[in-house]
């Protein structure tokens, strides 16, 4: 089979089905084999609502591999950026000690989902016996690319293990950083899960759900054909307060939340908390078909530990009434530990074109991979679960 590689300015240019077929696969291991982040309603959500665009420093370059038919084989969500914003891999250092000693870090090619730090495919490559091949055609295209951009490099983030491996063969430097997950052990209800924690930490738990719903609180869950542009008027309100307090300006607008609610509604999950007839806060969430993706959150009205009860904690029930294996919680929370999160390994790939620069990231990250997987192990000591603890 000869292949041939292309590149997609718009994923317009691109068959949903065509690329659905490449990114919703069997994954390795315990993927998750509907990722939402990478279908292309999702994507095309971010494209079409303006969100990302040569304007915002996200210039969308898809990588496509055909075979001699024009046959989609495989594919690369992969954007040009024009600096290190909404990523969630944090490369601002390496961008300025190689600004400092001459050079000219950006452009970069980012092999990602945009403003998402979930795990998932990145060579979006169906099993088969020539999935390996083609991954190999998809990283070469990647490097023919950087070469025509002048690109000073490419970093795949938030990697699948069988991507990771396929990166890694090709002599990419591995970052490892950590984030906070649950796991579903086989509870049949909030109250088993409860019941595997350390005596006292079960008791703090509860005390914080009943606080947070004080004052008259309810919660309600939101998904498929019930949610209306009402619902996501109001969390587009808490996901603007969110933002401007945190990094000054949401990278997401009110468009693409209407985008995915025409697109992929039954993948949405809204947990919003009403008091008094309207709705003070809410939290985002897209479901797989083994896990449920934590992503926004905001509110209009401050109530103690309402944060922890509408993302952490309904997130926890939803995922234990579905059968899901998982509750990604997205990044950095220490304070996600003591509600019953476990620390969690995360990977990226990197390709710097530079022997310098190359040499002296290869260095860090080496100290860095160390230092992250020793961490990791302490906090796993942290969590509220019964370990040397009687209860």
């Known amino acids: 089979m000869s292949f041939q590689v292309k590149i997609a300015q718009d994923l317009k240019a691109v068959p949903a089905a065509d690329w659905d077929a490449c990114a919703l696969r069997v994954g390795s291991g ?39 038919t024009e046959k989609l084989l495989a594919a690369a969500p992969c954007y040009l950026k024009s600096h290190s914003m909404g990523e969630y891999v944090f490369d601002h250092s390496w961008a300025d000690a190689y600004t400092r000693a001459g050079g000219r870090y950006y452009p970069k090619l980012q092999v990602a989902v945009p403003f998402t730090p979930a795990t998932g495919p990145r060579l979006l490559v169906p099993n088969g016996p020539k999935a390996a091949e083609t991954r190999s055609y998809l990283i070469a295209g990647l490097r023919a690319l950087r070469d025509q951009t002048g690109a000073s490099s490419i970093h795949a983030t938030f990697l699948q293990q069988d991507d990771l491996e396929a990166f890694t063969t090709e002599e990419f430097l591995v970052r490892n950083d950590q984030q906070f997950h649950w796991f579903n052990e086989g509870y049949g209800s909030f109250d088993d ?28 869950w939101v998904t498929g054909k019930d949610i209306t542009e009402a619902h996501w008027d109001a969390f587009f309100a808490f996901y603007m ?37 309207r709705y003070i806060a809410g939290a985002i969430n897209f479901i797989g078909d083994k896990r449920l993706y934590g992503r926004n959150w905001g509110c209009i009205e401050d109530h103690p530990f309402l944060h922890f009860e509408v993302c952490y904690y309904q997130a926890i029930a939803f995922a234990i009434t579905r059968g899901l294996d998982r509750v990604e919680a997205g990044a950095q929370g220490e304070h996600k530990l003591a509600r019953g999160y476990r620390p969690v390994l995360t990977s990226s790939a990197h390709d710097i074109a530079d022997p310098g620069l190359r040499h002296a990231v290869q260095a860090y990250l080496e100290q860095e991979r160390l230092y992250v997987s020793e961490a990791a192990e302490e906090l796993e000591e942290a969590t509220p679960f019964k370990h040397r603890e009687e209860d």
């Open 30 to 68: 315990d993927d998750d084999p509907v990722n939402p982040f990478v279908t292309h309603a999702f994507l095309s959500a971010i494209e079409d609502s303006g969100c990302v665009g040569a304007k915002t420093g996200w210039a969308p370059l898809h990588v496509l591999v055909q075979d001699e």
């Open 193 to 220: 899960f409860l019941a595997a924690l350390a005596s006292r930490k079960r008791k703090a738990m509860r005390r914080e759900r009943r606080d947070a719903l004080t004052n008259g609180i309810t919660i309600e």
């Open 241 to 277: 307060d969110t933002g401007s307090r945190k990094w000054g300006r949401p990278y997401l607008n009110r468009l693409f939340f209407s985008l995915i609610g025409e697109r992929m509604a039954d993948r949405v999950l809204l947990v919003m908390a009403k008091r008094n007839g």
